[in-house]
């Protein structure tokens, strides 16, 4: 395929195709930044398109062939599908296009530290944090991620200095465009089912990744997790781990949690003490986390010191365990997570720090996730108390007729859970309001527009306080 390079388009129109996603906007951004005329549209008006809207690009909503008339590129999501009408227009135009892996790959291009941060889970919160590290640590970054970081002032960042940071996404193979000199691997578990043909296909395009990394470069992974390992073992690069065992190269020692489940260790690289550090984040996997980050922070000559600083002040990027509210004594939270292991993540740490009951309110996520997951998503929520159940967000999906959110909640009865298929956001809303009690938590989980749901019972608290 005879792929355009964006920089033959400099100064002129480029329109991007589902640009309120979590990584075209920030990338739209970017291209604002370097000088292009840049439109987009997308779906619906999501909650990132006011910030492409304010960084100066022209958007649409609703996705139709005169969108795309007068455009000099085109660039789309790997969620967008040949027959979408806009696609269809370029093509009968002879427009250029390409997909969004693409672009992110050729802005990369010329950074001599380019870093990739890849894994089924955590990416956001670790290139966050990374990020964070870095910046404070005055290396002066351009930052790449797929949420949005108050230290940066959203999901990207133009830096001066010779580094490129960017999520590194599995979806559609995309991550392969990249050209990482820095390859930092979290995890590999079975996801996105609808484009790999299975857990093996997933292990064996990861490590593809892994090996687009040249001799000089390096890969850091997950020492405790058995197919990176297996991986990793292929590379001629220099490698090195991070894990909770004694045999990685990075590990905590003296791990200790607090009742609210915030961690605090110290860290050693080999046999010898690095530094010591206490997480502004809670869990489990962002102790995981904050070792890549650390790791990847060494890797490109950051003061340890300063590095184990800034991982205390670092917070979390919006969207990840995020507090949005607290009504009628009871805590409103979000988060990203989207599959079965992501949800059981966040409803660890909501597990610890709620006091009273926990309200678990899932959207479970396009159609073929929701069948390939199915047994994972009945037992997922098992911690919690209670289980809210909205209706499939289809995504870039078609809804297939045989599948369904009351199917998930008669599963979950069947183990156990407490369960009720509450289908719209208002319907959502008031059994919460109805049954909620003073000390519970109550946390809503999906990378649809379940975020929405929070706006939703931020907006009417302000209408009944007046």
């Not at 906007?25 to 291209?31: I, K, Q, R, V, Y």
């Not at 919160?125 to 790449?144: A, K, N, Y």
């Not at 299975?198 to 990394?213: C, H, P, R, S």
Request: glycine share 10%; aromatic share 8%; with cysteine.
């Amino acid at each position: 395929m005879n792929v355009p390079h964006i920089n033959d388009y400099k100064g002129k129109r480029i329109h991007m195709i589902g640009v309120g996603g979590s990584s075209m906007s920030g990338l739209a951004e970017m291209l604002v930044d370097k000088g292009y005329q840049v439109t987009g549209s997308d779906r619906t008006d999501g909650y990132l398109m006011e910030d492409v809207r304010r960084a100066g690009v022209k958007t649409f909503i609703g996705q139709r062939a005169e969108n795309v008339r007068g455009a000099d590129l085109v660039v789309y999501t790997a969620a967008i599908a040949a027959d979408n009408p806009e696609r269809m227009e370029a093509d009968r135009l002879g427009i250029p296009s390409m997909e969004r892996a693409y672009l992110l790959g050729q802005l990369m291009e010329g950074y001599p530290e380019s870093v990739g941060i890849c894994g089924a889970h955590g990416k956001t919160s670790t290139t966050s944090m990374l990020s964070q590290i870095l910046m404070e640590g005055g290396l002066d970054p351009s930052i790449h991620i797929g949420g949005k970081l108050d230290a940066i002032g959203g999901s990207t960042r133009i830096g001066k200095g010779g580094m490129f940071l960017a999520e590194a996404c599995e979806f559609r193979r995309s991550f392969l465009q990249m050209k990482p000199t820095v390859a930092v691997v979290l995890n590999i578990d079975a996801d996105h089912l609808d484009c790999y043909r299975d857990i093996d296909d997933i292990e064996n395009t990861f490590g593809q990744f892994m090996q687009l990394v040249p001799e000089m470069g390096i890969v850091i992974g997950n020492g405790d997790d058995e197919r990176i390992m297996r991986q990793m073992e292929k590379l001629h690069c220099r490698r090195e781990t991070f894990g909770l065992s004694e045999k990685c190269d990075w590990r905590p020692v003296n791990l200790r949690e607090d009742d609210r489940g915030y961690a605090s260790y110290e860290l050693y690289h080999g046999d010898e003490f690095v530094t010591r550090v206490t997480m502004g984040v809670p869990g489990d996997f962002n102790v995981l986390n904050g070792l890549a980050a650390m790791a990847a922070a060494h890797a490109l000559g950051a003061d340890m010191d300063k590095a184990a600083e800034s991982l205390q002040r670092f917070v979390g990027a919006h969207r990840r365990f995020e507090l949005t509210d607290v009504i009628d004594g009871v805590e409103v939270f979000h988060d990203y997570g989207h599959n079965p292991t992501e949800m059981r993540m966040a409803l660890s740490i909501a597990r610890k720090r709620c006091k009273g009951r926990l309200w678990a309110v899932m959207q479970p996520h396009t159609f073929s996730r929701v069948r390939t997951l199915f047994d994972e998503y009945l037992t997922c929520t098992e911690v919690a108390d209670f289980t809210l159940v909205t209706d499939i967000c289809a995504a870039r999906e078609k809804d297939p007729g045989d599948l369904n959110s009351g199917m998930l909640v008669e599963g979950m009865r069947a183990h156990g859970i407490d369960a009720v298929w509450t289908p719209s956001f208002d319907d959502t809303e008031n059994y919460l309001r109805a049954h909620w009690q003073p000390g519970d938590l109550a946390i809503t989980m999906g990378c649809g527009d379940v975020n929405e749901l929070n706006n939703q019972i931020h907006r009417h608290e302000l209408e009944k306080n007046g």
